[in-house]
């Protein structure tokens, strides 16, 4: 398997080249030369496998030769023995045909561990193999930065700096990060917003001067591809649960960074009949509003009560133009260097391909605290506010009621007490036992300016 840029003008690398670049030279991001593609027959006889091992199939393609097949079975097995659930992503019933896939089982409750922790597995295997040390920088609205933390804390090659924007996640998200005291972890507030966060890590990785001699950076955004291939599992072993491939389904998917979808999308060219793909946004819409009128375009960040959508860049939708573009990284490279100072109309034969899967809708938090109440008053389910902007777009946009809408829950309720005591419920979504004591646990971090210098700076002096 060989990865290319979206923007055309980088080598062509393998798995374990690509795991460990992230941001290809020329800017763009990397995607497979061609995937795989699986037949009806095939994914039918994948029905009674266990995650692990669904997960195998479904990612060996796309590693490739870079791990031998015991190797990487033992890794994926190891991975997911951290979830709570021995379903590990179940399915629970809101409705007739409206299901909530739970992907909040890992370690740090949120859909990101399904990658993060595979991540951090995957690059301890390399660079062991390599006998090399290696920096993560990483951005988090919220949740990556945990799980990244979670994922590689134990790590004996690895160094890790996590930008989070200062007083702009929940404090379970914040504490879930800054209570990791591991002396290769280094948790940085900065006074920004995210989008200020994701600006500094992106320059970051195109001038890695200030690193010390021998040291480079490792991306564990969602930037980072292996992150997106692990997130395909789960569209496969929901639509196995459901009655794929002999059913069609829907999947309604709250997202910022547009990457958990693109997921959605892959594997729907992989084989598995998906039939509409649901873009929930908050009232940060900027996915929202391309699908509706094809414009591209920043905008004021607001903060919201699902900060982990509280994006007005979404980078990895750079890999879904690619492909509305026919593949012409020369077309997307103009395309994105104009975005770095003005918004782009996209071709609109190009967006009315993405219409023909993609649906989209902005829910606001009026609207989230309503369906978070409503949910729990009929059934007694408890949904995280960005599971709620999920259920609501899912029900907004649902062309087809008579096939299983599936809605990923991205989170747990207890990461957000704020959302969830707006909603004016009687009930208070409490914390795992392994997290109980989160809130009287000793912090450390460091507060630092949106100053691309100042951070790299902080980062030499502690390397």
Sequence with gaps: MKYISTRGNAPELNFEQVLLTGLASDGGLYVPASLPEFSADQIAGWASLAYHELAFEVISPFVGDCIPEEDLRSILSDTYKSFSHPAIAPLIQLDRNEWILELFQGPTLAFKDFALQLLGRLLDYFLKKRNQRVVIMGATSGDTGSAAIEGCRHCDNIDIFILHPNNRVSEVQRRQMTTVLEDNVYNIAIEGNFDDCQDIVKASFRDQSFLPDGMQLVAVNSINWARIMAQIVYYFYAGLSLGSPAKTMAFSVPTGNFGDIFAGYLAKKMGLPINQLVIATNKNNVLHRVMTDSVYARTELHQTLSPSMDISVSSNFERLMFDLYDRDGDCIRHLMETFNTDSIALNDDAMASARTLFSSASVDDAATCSIIAKTFNEIGYMLDPHS?????????????????????????????????????????????????????????FTVLPCDKGVVNTFMHDQL
């Design 388 to 444: 709620a902007t999920g259920v609501e777009a899912g029900r907004l946009c649902n062309r087809n009621p008579d096939q299983p809408m599936v809605v990923l829950a991205t989170a747990h309720p207890a990461k957000f007490p704020d959302a969830i005591e707006q909603s004016n419920i009687d009930a208070e979504a409490k914390m795992p036992p392994h997290l109980s004591d989160l809130l009287e646990r000793e912090e450390r």
